[in-house]
C-alpha cells in the first residue's frame, strides 16, 4: 500500500535569501519532493507557511501518513490550532520527521515538553554523522558515517527528553558533539528528528541523506490511524448475576 507522505516547508529563507535561492532554486520542499518522487511507494504533496492553514488542512492532515517539517525563521507564525491538529494526528498514529532547525518548531516541543534548546554555531565547519545503531531501519545502507563538509554547528546540551534511540551522533571540527538522530513514540504515532539540513548548505542533495530520510519515511509509516481518544464515563450498571466465579475472580457468563 502506497504511503502518503506531505513535505511542510515554511518557504521564507528561499524567498528573500540569494545564497538560499542558489541551493534550493525551488525550495527546500521541492528538493526532498524530488528525491522521494524516486520511490514508487511513495505519493508526495507540498505545503508551506503561506498558504491558507499553511496547506495542513484537516482533509490534509487526515490523508498524512507521515508529515515532514522544516521551519526556521518562522515558527511563531505557524497558527497555534495548527500545531494542535497536527498533535492530535500524531498521537493518532500520523508519522512525523522534524528536520534541522524544527527542534525548536511549535509542535516539536509541544510533543516533547522541554525547550529543544541547544548549543549553535554558523561557520561553516566539517561535520561527522556517526551511525550509532547499525541495525535499525532508518540506518539500514547506510555507513559508519556520513562526512559533511560543511553545516551549522549544532551542539550539546540538547534539551529534549531522553530518545527512545539515538541513531546518529554528530562530531563538528569544534570539538562539539549532538545527538543528531533520535526517535520517539508520541500516542500511536513515530517521531524523529534529523540535525543535518542548514538552507545554505545542499545537503538533501547528498544521497545518504536523501536514503536516512527515505528511510524515515518508511519506519515511521502507521499501519493504520487510530480514532481521536476521548475520556468518557462508564456508566456502573453491571448485574452481578451476569458473572460466574473461579475463586475469587468473577468473569462474565457466555452462552
Given at each position: 500500500?502506497?504511503?502518503?507522505?506531505?513535505?511542510?516547508?515554511?518557504?521564507?529563507?528561499?524567498?528573500t535569501?540569494?545564497?538560499?535561492?542558489?541551493v534550493?532554486?525551488?525550495?527546500?520542499?521541492?528538493?526532498?519532493?524530488?528525491?522521494?518522487?524516486?520511490?514508487?511507494?511513495l505519493?508526495?504533496?507540498?505545503?508551506?507557511?503561506?498558504?491558507?492553514?499553511?496547506?495542513?488542512?484537516?482533509?490534509?492532515?487526515?490523508?498524512?501518513?507521515?508529515?515532514?517539517?522544516?521551519?526556521?525563521?518562522?515558527?511563531?507564525?505557524?497558527?497555534?490550532?495548527?500545531?494542535?491538529?497536527?498533535?492530535?494526528?500524531?498521537?493518532?498514529?500520523?508519522?512525523?520527521?522534524?528536520?534541522?532547525?524544527?527542534?525548536?518548531?511549535?509542535?516539536?516541543?509541544?510533543?516533547?515538553?522541554?525547550?529543544?534548546?541547544?548549543?549553535?554555531?554558523?561557520?561553516?565547519?566539517?561535520?561527522?554523522?556517526?551511525?550509532?545503531?547499525?541495525?535499525?531501519?532508518?540506518?539500514?545502507?547506510?555507513?559508519?558515517?556520513?562526512?559533511?563538509?560543511?553545516?551549522?554547528?549544532?551542539?550539546?546540551?540538547?534539551?529534549?527528553?531522553?530518545?527512545?534511540?539515538?541513531?546518529?551522533?554528530?562530531?563538528?571540527?569544534?570539538?562539539e558533539?549532538?545527538?543528531?538522530?533520535?526517535?520517539?513514540?508520541?500516542?500511536?504515532?513515530?517521531?524523529?528528528?534529523?540535525?543535518?539540513?542548514?538552507?545554505?548548505?545542499?545537503?538533501?542533495?547528498n544521497?545518504?541523506?536523501?536514503?536516512?530520510?527515505?528511510?524515515?519515511?518508511?519506519?515511521a509509516?502507521?499501519?493504520?490511524?487510530?480514532?481521536?481518544?476521548?475520556?468518557?464515563?462508564?456508566?456502573?450498571?453491571?448485574?452481578?448475576?451476569?458473572?460466574?466465579?473461579?475463586?475469587?475472580?468473577?468473569?462474565?457468563?457466555?452462552?
Amino acid at each position: 500500500m502506497a504511503i502518503n507522505v506531505t513535505v511542510w516547508n515554511e518557504y521564507q529563507h528561499e524567498k528573500t535569501d540569494k545564497k538560499v535561492q542558489q541551493v534550493y532554486p525551488e525550495g527546500i520542499h521541492e528538493a526532498i519532493r524530488e528525491f522521494l518522487d524516486e520511490d514508487g511507494e511513495l505519493n508526495i504533496q507540498t505545503a508551506t507557511l503561506d498558504e491558507p492553514e499553511h496547506g495542513l488542512t484537516q482533509e490534509v492532515l487526515e490523508s498524512t501518513d507521515v508529515l515532514i517539517w522544516w521551519g526556521h525563521m518562522a515558527h511563531d507564525a505557524v497558527e497555534d490550532d495548527i500545531v494542535e491538529r497536527i498533535h492530535d494526528q500524531v498521537l493518532r498514529g500520523m508519522g512525523l520527521i522534524l528536520l534541522h532547525s524544527s527542534h525548536y518548531s511549535k509542535i516539536f516541543k509541544r510533543l516533547m515538553g522541554t525547550t529543544c534548546s541547544l548549543r549553535w554555531r554558523e561557520v561553516g565547519e566539517r561535520e561527522r554523522l556517526w551511525v550509532v545503531d547499525p541495525n535499525h531501519p532508518i540506518t539500514h545502507g547506510i555507513p559508519e558515517y556520513i562526512d559533511l563538509p560543511h553545516e551549522e554547528m549544532y551542539g550539546e546540551r540538547f534539551d529534549i527528553p531522553e530518545p527512545e534511540k539515538i541513531l546518529f551522533l554528530g562530531w563538528f571540527e569544534g570539538g562539539e558533539v549532538f545527538r543528531s538522530g533520535i526517535t520517539y513514540t508520541r500516542g500511536n504515532g513515530k517521531v524523529f528528528y534529523f540535525q543535518p539540513g542548514h538552507e545554505t548548505y545542499p545537503q538533501y542533495k547528498n544521497p545518504l541523506i536523501q536514503k536516512v530520510i527515505t528511510n524515515a519515511v518508511h519506519w515511521a509509516a502507521p499501519e493504520r490511524k487510530y480514532p481521536k481518544y476521548e475520556a468518557f464515563h462508564a456508566d456502573n450498571d453491571v448485574e452481578w448475576d451476569d458473572f460466574d466465579y473461579l475463586g475469587d475472580t468473577p468473569f462474565p457468563k457466555f452462552g
